[in-house]
C-alpha cells in the first residue's frame, strides 16, 4: 500500500490525483485485497495498465488495485495471461512463439484482462473471435470461475464488463492457430501496406510489424519521450447512425463540407461513420486547438487527445467537449467517449 500516489503516474493520459495505491502482485492477493476492501465497504478503483482512463484531478477517494499479475502460458494453440500482464508483451510472445491470431491487436497499450472488457480491437480483429474463456472473480458471490464468450454479451467496444465492477477479470485465455498464420486480413490499409489482398493470411510476425510501423505514424503507440503518444488512444467510439436518421446525418455534412465520400462501415444496428474523420471535417485540424494548449488533438490523429506535458484532467474534459459539441452541432452526431472516466463527466 502506498499512500498519496499521483494516478497521473499510473495513466497513459498523464492526468489523476492522488488516491492510496495497493499493488497486487498475485492472484491471490488481488483477490484477497479486493474481499477485505469490500467488506470494510471501501471504494474500490481497479487499474492495470491505466490506458483507457480519464481520472480527475480530485483523485480517488477509496483505495486503487493496481493489478500487477504478469503471469503467461503460452500453449500448443494458446495462451493464458493473468490480468495485469502487458498486453503488447503477450501479442509480442505468441507471435515470436510462431502462433496466429492476435498480431493485428500488436501495440494496443494496456493489460490482458481489460481486453475483454471492451471487446478490444484493431485491423479488423477484435478480441470476441479469438476468445476461449475468461476468469472472472464475482465480487457479489464470491465465486471464482472461467466464463465462455458466449455469456459476454460482445459488441463493438463493449460487453457486459464495461461500465461495471463486480465481475473482476483475473485471467484471459485466447485461442490461437498454431500454423502461426495471421487472421485473414480484412482491413483495406493494412492490406495495402503487406500487399495482401482483402481476406489472405501472412505470416504473423510480418503483420505484427506492419501493424506497428501503420499505429506508430497515427501515434498510437507510446512513446513517453513524444507527448503526441500521450492519449488515451482514440477519445471517443467511431458513432453508429441508427438506419432511419443516416440520410439526415449525410445531408448535415454535405451542407457542411461539399460533396464527399464520406467513410462509413456497415455495422449491425445501423451505419458506423469514422470519429476521426467526422472531427477534422467538423473544422478540429490535428493539433487543435494549437501548439500553446497543454491538452490538444494529436497531430497525428484528430481521435487522440493528447496530454502535451501539463495538461490537468479539467483541460482534457474542455477539449472533449469542444470537440464533441462541435461535431453534434454540425452534422447532429453525438459522440460517447471511449475512456472509463473517474471523479469527471463530459
Ligand atoms: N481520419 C481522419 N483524420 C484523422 C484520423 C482519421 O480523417 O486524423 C479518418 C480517415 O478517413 C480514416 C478513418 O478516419 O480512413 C479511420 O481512421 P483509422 O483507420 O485510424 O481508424 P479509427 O476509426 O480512427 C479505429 C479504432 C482504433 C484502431 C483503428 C485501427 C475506434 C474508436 N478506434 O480507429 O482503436 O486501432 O481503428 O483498426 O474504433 C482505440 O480503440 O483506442 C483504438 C486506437
Not at 129 to 139: E, I, T
Not at 230 to 236: M, P, Q, R, T
Not at 270 to 287: D, M, Q, T
Not at 308 to 331: H, N
Request: glycine share 12%; proline share 5%.
Amino acid at each position: 500500500m502506498r499512500e498519496s500516489v499521483r494516478l497521473a503516474e499510473l495513466t497513459t493520459l498523464r492526468v489523476g490525483g492522488p488516491a492510496t495505491v495497493a499493488e497486487c502482485a498475485t492472484t491471490e492477493s488481488l483477490v484477497a485485497t479486493v474481499r477485505a476492501l469490500d467488506a470494510a465497504e471501501i471504494p474500490v478503483l481497479l487499474l492495470a495498465g491505466g490506458s483507457n482512463l480519464l481520472i480527475g484531478d480530485e483523485g480517488f477517494d477509496g483505495v486503487v488495485v493496481a493489478v500487477r499479475t504478469e503471469g503467461v502460458e503460452i500453449g500448443a494453440d494458446g495462451v493464458v495471461a493473468e490480468a495485469g500482464a502487458n498486453w503488447d508483451t503477450v501479442v509480442a510472445a505468441t507471435v515470436a512463439a510462431g502462433l496466429g491470431g492476435l498480431e493485428c491487436l500488436s501495440g494496443i497499450p494496456g493489460s490482458a484482462g481489460a481486453t475483454p472488457v471492451q471487446n478490444v480491437g484493431a485491423y479488423g480483429v477484435e478480441v470476441e473471435r479469438l476468445l476461449r474463456r475468461v476468469r472472472l472473480f464475482d465480487r457479489a458471490t464470491g465465486e471464482i470461475r472461467w466464463v465462455a464468450p458466449g455469456e459476454l454479451g460482445f459488441g463493438y467496444r463493449t460487453s457486459v464488463l464495461k461500465h461495471r465492477a463486480d465481475a473482476m477479470v483475473l485471467a484471459v485465455d485466447y485461442a490461437l492457430d498454431p500454423g502461426g498464420s495471421s487472421a485473414p486480413l480484412r482491413y483495406g490499409e493494412l492490406a495495402v501496406a503487406l500487399g495482401a489482398t482483402n481476406g489472405e493470411s501472412r505470416p504473423a510476425a510480418e503483420v505484427r510489424a506492419a501493424v506497428l510501423r501503420l499505429r506508430a505514424g497515427k501515434g498510437m503507440v507510446l512513446d513517453p519521450a513524444d507527448h503526441d503518444t500521450w492519449s488515451a488512444g482514440s477519445f471517443f467510439t467511431n458513432p453508429v447512425v441508427p438506419e432511419a436518421r443516416v440520410r439526415e446525418v449525410r445531408a448535415a455534412i454535405t451542407a457542411h463540407v461539399g460533396e464527399v465520400t464520406i467513410p462509413t462501415y456497415p455495422a449491425p444496428d445501423g451505419v458506423k461513420f469514422s470519429a476521426g474523420w467526422l472531427i477534422e471535417r467538423a473544422g478540429f485540424a490535428k493539433g487543435f486547438p494549437g501548439p500553446s494548449a497543454s491538452a490538444r488533438l494529436s497531430t497525428k490523429h484528430t481521435l487522440a487527445l493528447t496530454n502535451r506535458g501539463g495538461a490537468t484532467a479539467a483541460d482534457l474534459v474542455s477539449l472533449a467537449r469542444t470537440v464533441r459539441d462541435g461535431v453534434a452541432e454540425r452534422f447532429g452526431i453525438r459522440m460517447e467517449p471511449e475512456p472509463v472516466t473517474v471523479g469527471v463527466t463530459l
